[in-house]
């Protein structure tokens, strides 16, 4: 017997790379081995050196093909075992290396739209539906858009055995939220890449497309994010700590935003439950700051906070790294570990 093992791996495009996948048949029982690829045709390589190597880092049951089937993500190497320039994982690998004493864990908020013909789910041929208002965790065939999809990839999610946290409709007609987490840095950027992975995937075969765009639609309509949420122990056990991470976030807060995902100025304009992406705030409850403390956070004097900067389209490995790197390290010199 054999079993089918499903690929998966981030390519090179630019600013904003996207996902590929190609299937190995593997004997029953077999670890999946290291693989390649024509990197020539995911702008990762040039025609005459093409050659790019699949390194499996983490696989999960496959969900769409049940049985023994796996999904396995990789990251991308040159020929000689050297991390391919487009992999952001070896470098999040080395700082949560660093800092795990620090046992930092992430939950991401991924918002994405629906599209159909076009324009998003729910949008009329030719013009606008009413404005935003009762979309957000709304229920009824006038306010919400693409639930079967939604319910499918939460259900392939959980049977796959990923951490996700919970769903809910959005503030926009079509646009939708997943969490994952939380987790380990490592844990939650795999496991949301696979996550996006198979939204993509399940909404295929409703002839739906899911898109990160992190302003899919322009003008008084909200953009999509994906808000992270982070803790190290010391901040699950303290205030003291929650408001260095804070701090910290702010002397970093440009170097972070170039971070946060392509066109990230055209989501964070200070409207639409955003901070500007030129400055940088933080507030108890404050949905209109760069980084949340939510209440109840404030009330424990405990827990984490919530980054609201990351875009939808951005690159976990890299939205983690850089927290764990700024946050950490400023705990560190503290001395609040
Ligand atoms: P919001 O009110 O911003 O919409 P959500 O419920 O969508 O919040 O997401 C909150 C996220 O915070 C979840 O992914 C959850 O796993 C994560 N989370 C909860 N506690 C912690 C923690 N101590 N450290 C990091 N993330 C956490
Ligand atoms: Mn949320
Ligand atoms: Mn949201
Ligand atoms: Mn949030």
């Given at each position: 017997?054999?079993?089918?093992?499903e690929y998966i791996?981030?390519?090179?495009?630019?600013?904003?790379?996207?996902?590929r996948s190609k299937?190995?048949?593997?004997?029953?029982?077999?670890?999946?081995?290291?693989?390649?690829?024509?990197?020539?045709?995911?702008?990762?390589?040039?025609?005459?050196?093409?050659?790019?190597?699949?390194?499996?880092?983490?696989?999960?049951?496959?969900?769409?093909?049940?049985?023994?089937?796996?999904?396995?993500?990789?990251?991308?190497?040159?020929?000689?075992?050297?991390?391919?320039?487009?992999?952001?994982?070896?470098?999040?690998?080395?700082?949560?290396?660093?800092?795990?004493?620090?046992?930092?864990?992430?939950?991401?908020?991924?918002?994405?739209?629906?599209?159909?013909?076009?324009?998003?789910?729910?949008?009329?041929?030719?013009?606008?539906?009413?404005?935003?208002?009762?979309?957000?965790?709304?229920?009824?065939?006038?306010?919400?858009?693409?639930?079967?999809?939604?319910?499918?990839?939460?259900?392939?999610?959980?049977?796959?055995?990923?951490?996700?946290?919970?769903?809910?409709?959005?503030?926009?007609?079509?646009?939708?939220?997943?969490?994952?987490?939380?987790?380990?840095?490592?844990?939650?950027?795999?496991?949301?890449?696979?996550?996006?992975w198979?939204?993509?995937?399940?909404?295929?075969?409703?002839?739906?497309?899911?898109?990160?765009?992190?302003?899919?639609?322009?003008?008084?309509?909200?953009?999509?994010?994906?808000?992270?949420?982070?803790?190290?122990?010391?901040?699950?056990?303290?205030?003291?700590?929650?408001?260095?991470?804070?701090?910290?976030?702010?002397?970093?807060?440009?170097?972070?935003?170039?971070?946060?995902?392509?066109?990230?100025?055209?989501?964070?304009?200070?409207?639409?439950?955003?901070?500007?992406?030129?400055?940088?705030?933080?507030?108890?409850?404050?949905?209109?700051?760069?980084?949340?403390?939510?209440?109840?956070?404030?009330?424990?004097?405990?827990?984490?906070?919530?980054?609201?900067?990351?875009?939808?389209?951005?690159?976990?490995?890299?939205?983690?790294?850089?927290?764990?790197?700024?946050?950490?390290?400023?705990?560190?010199?503290?001395?609040?570990?």
């Open positions: 017997m054999s079993y089918k093992a791996w981030i390519d090179g495009t630019e600013p904003t790379a996207r996902l299937t190995r048949i593997l004997a029953d029982g077999a670890e999946p081995p290291v693989w390649g690829f024509d990197g020539s045709s995911t702008n990762q390589a040039l025609g005459h050196t093409s050659d790019c190597v699949l390194n499996p880092v983490f696989t999960c049951p496959d969900p769409i093909r049940g049985g023994d089937h796996r999904l396995v993500l990789c990251e991308v190497l040159l020929p000689d075992g050297s991390p391919h320039p487009s992999n952001t994982r070896s470098e999040l690998s080395a700082v949560s290396e660093r800092f795990e004493d620090q046992e930092p864990i992430f939950g991401i908020e991924q918002e994405y739209t629906f599209f159909k013909d076009g324009r998003p789910l729910g949008f009329p041929s030719g013009g606008f539906p009413a404005p935003q208002g009762f979309y957000y965790c709304g229920v009824g065939a006038d306010e919400v858009y693409g639930r079967e999809v939604v319910e499918t990839h939460l259900d392939a999610c959980l049977n796959a055995g990923l951490a996700i946290s919970g769903i809910n409709a959005e503030v926009m007609p079509g646009q939708w939220e997943f969490q994952v987490g939380p987790v380990s840095p490592l844990a939650a950027s795999d496991q949301l890449w696979v996550a996006r198979l939204l993509y995937r399940v909404a295929e075969d409703f002839g739906i497309s899911a898109t990160l765009d992190p302003k899919p639609v322009k003008g008084d309509w909200n953009g999509a994010g994906a808000h992270t949420n982070f803790s190290t122990r010391a901040m699950r056990e303290g205030y003291d700590a929650i408001i260095t991470a804070c701090d910290a976030l702010g002397e970093r807060a440009q170097e972070h935003i170039k971070g946060y995902g392509a066109e990230i100025e055209h989501r964070l304009t200070g409207m639409h439950e955003t901070a500007p992406w030129s400055e940088y705030s933080y507030g108890v409850s404050d949905r209109g700051a760069s980084v949340r403390i939510p209440w109840q956070v404030a009330a424990d004097k405990k827990g984490y906070i919530e980054d609201r900067r990351p875009n939808a389209n951005c690159d976990p490995y890299v939205v983690t790294r850089l927290m764990v790197d700024t946050c950490c390290a400023a705990l560190e010199k503290a001395g609040q570990v």
